[in-house]
């Protein structure tokens, strides 16, 4: 048996170092002679491992002191209605921005709870690109603008932090935190689920600013409200104990590779030869406005649709797996994250050389 190159959007690729620390700690863990699994959320070992990765994901994204970092349950959609419950704050407007398919996901939640105000949406052209910031329209009186960093789906990222007309910036950073450093600092909330480009899927991280915690909507459920998750350590309950363990390790690993902005590095040299391999070739396409190709999820057509089937298959016999789209919008897509190492990506672009020659 040997490890495939798994180009799935999530869950996805862990680093293998990673799970080779893990399967040597799974019988016991230091000397407490049991696994992650079976400890107490409330024991001194268990604490440590949670404290850990709180201060390496502070390291690693440089998270200001006034903000909380939670590690919560319900995934990054717990968060959509879970950000309106905590920041509406007595107002009954939120603005988001729609650039794909995950924005869309965000903003139907968003309408239980509150009225929202489109700043912009590129829904029209097919989201293959970023709207410029002057033609936003973003209401004073909302109580935040919300937007998704990269589109998971259509393959869209922002290359820079929007301006959030002096409201609450809030993203969802699902599947590109931890690509690439971020200024924490201009963020009223950063949420993310961790099956993209952190760790296994079952946990989340809410990264927010304190002073906006406290005033939840009327009937918010205790597990949805970060000001109680904060007071409680993001122990309200029981926490998922090993994704969190798993998402340390992670962080742990990403310290090793040189922090973020060594990532970013190795992420942008990734995504650039994928994209040159698609552009120069005739056989394959990129619909999304360069300027604003995401580095993690690179979505193609090839031009012949009927091959895509046999293009999936033949891929999989080559150990590259995975590359179907999504379902709701066909074609193929490669998600390269962090841990799929650039080997992984030559070895993609080889055998997409190799499928044209045979099939172009
Ligand atoms: C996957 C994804 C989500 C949903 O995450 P869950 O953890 O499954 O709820 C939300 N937003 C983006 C950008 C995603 O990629």
New binding site residues.
Partial sequence: MSRVYNFS??PSMLPEPVLQRARDEMLEWGDTGMSVMEMSHRGKSFVAIAEKAEADLRELLAVPADYKVLFVQG????QFAAVPMNLLRGKTTACYVSTGL?SE?AISEAKMYCQVALAASTKEGGYTTIPGRETWNVPADAAYLHY?S???INGVEFQDIPDANGLPLVC?M??NILSRPVDVSRYGLIYA?A??NMGP?GI?VVIVREDLLGQVLPGTPGILDLKKLSDNGSMLNTPPTYNWYLLGLVLEWLKGQGGLAAMEQVNIRKSAKLYAAIDASPFYSNPVEPAYRSRMNVPFRLAKAELEKTFASEAKSAGLVTLEGHRQVGGMRASIYNAMPEAGVDALIAFMGEFERKYG
């Fill in positions: 959007a999530g995934g990054a959609t717990g995950w996901k998704t990269n589109e998971t969802d699902s599947s689920g099956q993209k899927a989340a």
